[in-house]
């Protein structure tokens, strides 16, 4: 799946991938595209503006973290990202079911 | 100059001053946290990058990106107004104020040397009487004055010295 498909789900899976720990944006994208069975071919470069978004949007904080000898930029879920990702995951549901009922109809 | 050091640079030139740094040392870190998980793999330094290279995408790409969501307000009215400030608009508006205070300075210069900027006085012409020292008699004489050293008299205003150059009996 490429990036133009992705387009618009993007952030949630970001807040999904983030529901399960705080990491930094490399491993994010590491941890997606292991999760896919690297059908996620992220435009990565995409990735940091979607979190910069979702920090401005308060469903993400960030800060700097020592790992190894080098500074990470780490993301945690915030409340309204649990609630957003919910809120997201519920409406990804109900599009599948819909799409899947006219598919199946067909 | 590496290839990532290039791109890093050119990803720093896109980006408004604003959210620069944080943003480049973020994607630096992408680049040494990539390049290492690919020498587990037993990729080399140089392929490595430009396998990284490509999965972000151009950095121009990448910063547009940002730019476009900065713009949009996306990120927040704070770092829309940040968003203004691109290298590029910088480097305009410091261009725009050296010249300003350049020509300011140049303005000041010819203030002060110029005879334009603070004109001289016209030569003037006075009679005087003068007692002649042969005869005794009062004597007219045509004296003509020129401007000699300028002196600031204080609140703007300009004072000249003058100093008599020609004496000449008036003609009728």
Same mark, same amino acid.
Not at chain 2, 25 to 32: K, L
């Given at each position: ?106 | ?56 995408? &151009?950095?121009? =790409?990448?910063?547009? #990106? *940002?730019?476009? %969501?900065? @713009? !949009? +307000?996306? $990120? ?44 001289? &006085?016209?030569? =003037?012409?006075?009679? #005087? *009487?003068?007692? %002649?020292? @042969? !005869? +005794?008699? $009062? ?34």
């Amino acid at each position: 799946m490429e990036g133009d498909a992705l387009r618009g789900h993007l952030e949630l899976l970001l807040l999904a991938a983030l529901a399960r720990a705080d990491q930094h944006g490399y491993a994010l994208i590491e941890w997606l595209r292991a999760q896919s069975n690297g059908a996620l071919d992220l435009g990565e470069g995409s990735v940091y503006p979607a979190l910069r978004r979702l920090e401005a949007a308060g469903c993400v904080s960030s800060a700097w973290r020592a790992d190894g000898g080098r500074r990470k930029r780490v993301y945690r879920l915030t409340k309204l990202g649990e609630q957003r990702l919910r809120a997201e995951r519920d409406g990804w549901h109900d599009l599948v079911r819909t799409v899947g009922l006219v598919l199946e109809a067909s | 100059m590496t290839d990532v050091e290039t791109y890093l640079r050119e990803l720093r030139r896109s980006l408004p001053a604003g959210c620069r740094r944080r943003f480049v040392a973020e994607v630096r870190e992408h680049f040494a946290s990539a390049i290492a998980a690919e020498a587990e793999h037993g990729v080399g330094r140089l392929e490595a990058e430009q396998l990284t290279i490509e999965r972000l995408g &151009p950095a121009q =790409a990448l910063a547009d #990106q *940002l730019l476009a %969501d900065l @713009r !949009s +307000g996306a $990120l927040g009215r704070r770092a829309r107004l940040v968003a203004t400030l691109t290298t590029a608009r910088l480097a305009a508006a410091a261009t725009v104020v050296v010249v300003a205070v350049a020509v300011a300075a140049s303005a000041v210069a010819v203030g002060r040397h110029s005879p334009q900027a603070s004109p001289a &006085p016209k030569p =003037a012409r006075r009679l #005087q *009487l003068i007692v %002649d020292a @042969r !005869s +005794g008699e $009062l004597r007219p004489l045509l004296v003509t004055f020129r401007a000699g050293a300028r002196r600031h008299a204080g609140q703007g205003s300009t004072t000249w010295s003058v100093r008599p150059v020609t004496y000449s009996t008036p003609t009728r």
